[in-house]
């Protein structure tokens, strides 16, 4: 099933633009899926199950470094990119 998930990270802390990039370019290195930024977000489409499976393990690897991080994720069913 394909999906367009669209995800923001907040990191809570002074220095909060570098953990934002290297997020963001893991997502790019993935190369599995496409890809739109966004001036507040990032949007990611593609199947369901490997973007959950990535999220998953990525999401885990930046609450470890920074806690105090915060992800907003929204799902929509369905492939809406838009070039």
């Known amino acids: 099933m394909q999906v367009s ?4 990270l907040y990191p809570l802390k ?3 633009k570098a953990p934002i990039k290297d997020f963001i370019n893991k997502i790019d290195k993935h190369g599995g899926f496409k890809v739109k930024r966004n001036n507040m977000s990032t949007s990611i ?3 369901y199950k490997e973007i ?3 999220l998953t ?4 690897l930046t609450l470890m470094d920074d806690e105090n991080a915060i992800f ?3 799902v929509v069913g369905g492939d809406y990119f838009r070039e």
């Not at 998930?5 to 923001?8: A, C, L, N, P």
């Not at 393990?57 to 885990?60: A, F, G, I, Q, Y």
């Open 72 to 74: 907003v994720i929204k």
């Open 14 to 16: 002074e220095e909060f």
């Open 52 to 54: 959950m499976h990535w």
């Open 5 to 8: 998930v669209d995800i923001s």
């Open 45 to 47: 489409f593609g199947d």
């Open 57 to 60: 393990d990525n999401m885990e």
